[in-house]
């Protein structure tokens, strides 16, 4: 291999030096070229993208200022019907509670009405009751009394019908003691008479 010296060795780093320098150059060249081309295409997209939606805007602003009485209008609408319907509101609980209060004394009235028509008819349930029970009463002592009457009388004809109606006992005669010792020997063997 040959000696390089110094004047090489210096003329070859240069070159190193040059070749490196035209590529980066040339590497630059093609990011400048592909950044202006992609720069161009977006503002090709943002004119296309303007030229799209300024329509839009400009029919949207149209549209804006169109309905915008219109919506104050609503708007001022919305707000009177909500005052109207709070008037209601307010009316309508009035009527309520009017109502509320005359059904409440109704109920009241009727409640006591009842009460009193319920006092009355235990009233006279009660009386009704206690004339039927002195009456009962008064039935049982007049039906009772007789038929006690009767119940005694019955009694009393049964008892002379039964004392009438037996048989009498014997008599019995006095004896004398010989008469009685004979009598006695008779009741002791009574097999002995029915033999005799």
Known sequence: MPKLDHDTLELLLIAVTVICILTQTVLLSIVFASVHKAIKALTNQADEF???????????????????????????????????????????????????TKVSASATEIAQRVNAQSTRVDSMVTGALDALDNAAGFVAQTVNKPVRQ?????????????????PQPPRRTSRTPSQHSSHAVDEQDPQSESVI
């Open 150 to 166: 009767l119940s005694g009388l019955l009694a009393s004809v049964k008892a002379i019908v039964e004392v009438l109606g037996a």
């Open 50 to 100: 303007r030229a799209n939606a300024m329509p839009v805007i400009n029919n949207t602003r149209e549209f804006v200022q169109r309905i915008g009485p219109k919506v104050e209008q609503t708007a001022n609408n919305v707000a009177e019907m909500s005052q109207t319907l709070k008037k209601n509101a307010s009316e309508i609980s009035q009527t309520i509670k009017d109502g509320t």
